[in-house]
């Protein structure tokens, strides 16, 4: 066998593995390099993540103060305005009425007879002389005939009568009879006279009998409900109506004022002025006709202290019904140049009435006013010029230097328009009645009615 040789290169001192401990410690060291250079850069990575989270910050918060900015503008309170100008305005009387026709018929039988036929409608209109109603006429044609046939029979014994006294004139005249036989005649033909007027009466008698068969209009008017048929018999003597006519065209409306306004009314009475009176509805919102003061009664009533006018209205659209109901507005006066703003635009808090008045710049501003006479939606005020615009919308949101913005509507005209659309020129100082209504009343020297204006924000 041979013998294993010792190797030269290799020694006997030295081992072997130390030889691979070089590289193993440049790996490690290489290793530990890359941790750290990785660590480095987790840390720039989280910076820059931060840096980009600040910038968004800040970029977020810029867009939202602008967009709170931006939405502090569009906030501005929408409202409506209406300028305050100068104009007359008249103080009323308001006052409770009741329409009344100026005639009333009832028209009853004034013969007896069976109804022949009823010749108008129900709620017709007819006029005077018109034929209603018509009853049989024959029993009174022949009451005619035999009261003709009478007066005839005795008129010819009037003629023979009368040709008697002038033969025994003559006869007389030459001494033939004796005087006692001529004035026997004479007498005798004043008998005939007296029969024949008698029969006359008797045949006009006939007439207006006859002529009562054709029942007429005795107005021009409106007729009621029917209340008799064809066929039925009526009688002289009852009391049951045939037909009832109202004259509505003109017609009038009775109301009562407190006697304390008498003294305003009767000063215009001396002067000769016309006295204009306005027919409203229920409401209040709604002129039915205009007319003009007729008359006074001659005395207050003591027990309810008022006093009774009367006022005529033309009718002509026949707005006016008789027993309605209405509100009479009594001009009593003319207020010129007076501030005028629509009511909807006065306000009140526990200080008094106040508006909202816009500036050039959008803002409003609380201005305390005094109220005075109203009419319908429109108020005569002091306290604000003319010219001035004042809010008439959005009062809940606004107070003293808010912004707003208006949204009026287009209009040609920008006068404060009355109750009825057209221009103010009167107003409503005081009313008074004893008939029950939805409107509240006043008594006499009380506040004037619709001299307050509807509730609204508190001042600020």
């Given at each position: 066998?041979?013998?294993?040789?010792?190797?030269?290169?290799?020694?006997?001192?030295?081992?072997?593995?130390?030889?691979?401990?070089?590289?193993?410690?440049?790996?490690?060291?290489?290793?530990?390099?890359?941790?750290?250079?990785?660590?480095?850069?987790?840390?720039?990575?989280?910076?820059?993540?931060?840096?980009?989270?600040?910038?968004?910050?800040?970029?977020?918060?810029?867009?939202?103060?602008?967009?709170?900015?931006a939405?502090q503008?569009?906030?501005?309170v929408?409202?409506?305005t209406?300028?305050?100008?100068?104009?007359?305005?008249?103080?009323?009387?308001?006052?409770?009425?009741?329409?009344?026709p100026?005639?009333?018929?009832?028209?009853?039988s004034?013969?007896?007879g069976?109804?022949?036929?009823?010749?108008y409608?129900?709620?017709?209109?007819?006029?005077?002389?018109?034929?209603?109603?018509?009853?049989?006429?024959?029993?009174?044609?022949a009451?005619?005939?035999?009261?003709?046939?009478?007066l005839?029979?005795?008129?010819?014994?009037?003629?023979?009568?009368?040709?008697?006294?002038?033969?025994?004139?003559?006869?007389?005249?030459?001494?033939?009879?004796?005087?006692?036989?001529?004035?026997?005649?004479?007498?005798?033909?004043?008998?005939?006279?007296?029969?024949?007027?008698?029969?006359?009466?008797?045949?006009?008698?006939?007439?207006?009998?006859?002529?009562?068969?054709?029942?007429?209009?005795?107005i021009?008017?409106?007729?009621?409900?029917?209340?008799?048929?064809?066929?039925?018999?009526?009688?002289?003597?009852?009391?049951?109506?045939?037909?009832?006519?109202?004259?509505?065209?003109?017609?009038?409306?009775?109301?009562?004022?407190?006697?304390?306004?008498?003294?305003?009314?009767?000063?215009?009475?001396?002067?000769?002025?016309?006295?204009?009176?306005?027919?409203?509805?229920?409401?209040?919102?709604?002129k039915?006709a205009?007319?003009?003061?007729?008359?006074?009664?001659?005395?207050?009533?003591?027990?309810?202290?008022?006093?009774?006018?009367?006022?005529?209205?033309?009718?002509?659209?026949f707005?006016?019904?008789?027993?309605?109901?209405v509100?009479?507005r009594?001009?009593?006066?003319?207020?010129?140049?007076?501030?005028?703003?629509?009511?909807?635009?006065?306000?009140?808090n526990?200080?008094?009435?106040?508006?909202y008045?816009?500036?050039?710049?959008?803002?409003?501003?609380?201005?305390?006013?005094?109220?005075?006479?109203?009419?319908?939606?429109?108020?005569?005020?002091?306290?604000?010029?003319?010219?001035?615009a004042?809010?008439?919308?959005g009062?809940?949101?606004?107070?003293?230097?808010?912004?707003?913005?208006?949204?009026?509507?287009?209009?040609?005209?920008?006068?404060?328009?009355?109750?009825?659309?057209?221009?103010?020129?009167n107003?409503?100082?005081?009313?008074?009645?004893?008939?029950?209504?939805?409107?509240?009343?006043?008594?006499?020297?009380?506040?004037?009615?619709?001299?307050?204006?509807?509730?609204?924000?508190?001042?600020?």
């Amino acid at each position: 066998m041979a013998e294993n040789l010792p190797d030269e290169n290799r020694s006997t001192n030295s081992p072997q593995r130390p030889a691979a401990s070089a590289p193993n410690q440049t790996a490690a060291y290489s290793q530990s390099q890359s941790k750290s250079h990785a660590w480095i850069w987790i840390v720039l990575v989280l910076l820059l993540c931060a840096v980009a989270f600040y910038f968004y910050r800040q970029h977020a918060a810029a867009e939202a103060a602008a967009k709170a900015k931006a939405s502090q503008q569009v906030r501005a309170v929408p409202i409506t305005t209406a300028s305050a100008r100068s104009g007359p305005i008249g103080v009323y009387i308001n006052a409770l009425g009741t329409v009344t026709p100026v005639y009333t018929v009832t028209i009853t039988s004034r013969v007896d007879g069976q109804i022949m036929s009823v010749n108008y409608k129900e709620g017709q209109m007819v006029q005077k002389g018109d034929l209603l109603i018509q009853i049989d006429p024959r029993p009174y044609e022949a009451a005619l005939k035999q009261a003709e046939g009478t007066l005839a029979h005795d008129q010819a014994l009037l003629n023979e009568a009368k040709i008697d006294l002038n033969r025994y004139q003559e006869a007389f005249n030459r001494n033939a009879i004796a005087k006692q036989q001529l004035d026997d005649q004479n007498q005798t033909v004043l008998q005939y006279e007296g029969s024949v007027k008698n029969d006359q009466g008797t045949v006009d008698n006939a007439k207006v009998n006859l002529v009562y068969t054709n029942i007429t209009a005795p107005i021009s008017g409106r007729v009621g409900l029917r209340l008799v048929d064809p066929g039925n018999i009526v009688q002289s003597a009852s009391t049951t109506a045939l037909v009832v006519i109202t004259q509505l065209q003109p017609i009038t409306v009775i109301f009562s004022i407190a006697e304390d306004y008498l003294p305003q009314v009767q000063k215009q009475l001396r002067t000769g002025t016309k006295m204009a009176v306005d027919a409203l509805d229920r409401d209040q919102t709604t002129k039915l006709a205009s007319g003009s003061l007729l008359t006074l009664d001659n005395q207050i009533d003591t027990t309810t202290g008022t006093l009774k006018l009367k006022a005529i209205f033309p009718n002509q659209d026949f707005a006016l019904f008789p027993n309605q109901f209405v509100n009479a507005r009594l001009l009593v006066d003319t207020q010129e140049n007076a501030t005028l703003i629509p009511v909807a635009a006065i306000q009140r808090n526990s200080k008094g009435a106040f508006v909202y008045v816009v500036s050039s710049d959008n803002t409003v501003t609380l201005q305390n006013i005094t109220v005075g006479t109203t009419d319908g939606n429109v108020a005569s005020v002091t306290g604000i010029n003319s010219g001035d615009a004042v809010a008439t919308t959005g009062f809940d949101k606004l107070q003293t230097g808010a912004k707003v913005a208006v949204h009026n509507q287009p209009s040609n005209d920008s006068t404060p328009a009355n109750a009825n659309g057209s221009p103010a020129t009167n107003t409503t100082t005081a009313s008074t009645g004893n008939r029950k209504s939805g409107q509240p009343q006043t008594a006499p020297g009380s506040k004037p009615i619709g001299s307050s204006a509807p509730s609204g924000a508190n001042s600020q």
